[in-house]
């Protein structure tokens, strides 16, 4: 069974569209994240959800709006695609502490043209 | 707030050979370590951590790391590398302040196995 889940796995769009990813985990966790992996391989948090509730929420431009319906899912929708969105996204979940381990998604390959 | 440097942005290595891949931090609270691997198209997972106790941390494939609090650092080390290492390598720190926790990631270490 896969433990995070992300779909779809490519995304290929043209500037201005509207896209959703969808993420889900079944490990039972109660923290969810976003994470954006440019070209260089750079790792950046985007967002944070416990049990449904925002808790961390970068400097990200608010094209970007996750939503958690409950603790297994958080998927992420984005507005009015730019270029420079054309990245990596992964989806993760731990157990609340900061000392858990974090487990990765698969990645959605996005691709703006 | 913390902050990871990871100093080799790549680091090749022949098979069989030892390898080394360095991860410096700073952090005004104490902190939890972590390196994660990332294979070619796949999410990260994690090779070991280190939240407390003995500083040598043994993880999964033969890996493991130090925790040097006195330099800041801790390093990922494989005394005889395969292949199948070939991945990239994230440092990563986790620290707890009163507007919750985050976890930093360094840039990535790319370790390219040759045979």
């Known amino acids: 069974d896969t433990a995070v889940s992300q779909t779809p796995k490519y995304l290929v769009t043209q500037m201005g569209n509207d896209k959703s990813i969808k993420c889900e985990q079944n490990?039972?966790?109660?923290?969810m994240y976003w994470y954006k992996q440019d070209s260089k391989k750079f790792l950046k948090i985007m967002f944070s959800y416990n049990n449904k509730e925002l808790i961390i929420n970068e400097t990200v431009p608010n094209r970007f709006s996750p939503k958690s319906p409950d603790k297994a899912h958080l998927n992420l929708h984005i507005n009015s695609l730019e270029l420079g969105d054309s990245a990596v996204y992964f989806c993760?979940?731990?157990?609340?502490?900061?000392?858990?381990?974090?487990?990765f998604g698969p990645g959605t390959r996005l691709t703006v043209l | 707030a913390q902050s990871v440097t990871q100093l080799d942005s790549q680091v090749p290595v022949f098979e069989e050979a030892p390898v080394e891949l360095r991860c410096n931090y700073s952090s005004s609270v104490s902190v939890y370590l972590f390196w994660y691997v990332q294979y070619p198209n796949q999410g990260l997972q994690l090779l070991l951590k280190?939240?407390?106790?003995?500083?040598l941390v043994k993880g999964i494939n033969g890996f493991e790391a130090e925790f040097n609090k006195s330099q800041t650092s801790f390093h990922l080390r494989k005394p005889s590398v395969h292949i199948s290492d070939t991945a990239e390598y994230f440092c990563?720190?986790?620290?707890?302040?009163?507007?919750?926790?985050?976890?930093?990631f360094g840039a990535g270490t790319r370790l390219f196995v040759k045979a």
């Open positions: 280190y939240l407390s106790g003995s500083t």
């Open positions: 990563a720190v986790s620290a707890g302040n009163t507007g919750g926790f985050k976890t930093i």
């Open positions: 993760a979940s731990s157990q609340v502490s900061y000392t858990d381990t974090q487990y």
């Open positions: 490990l039972g966790h109660d923290t």
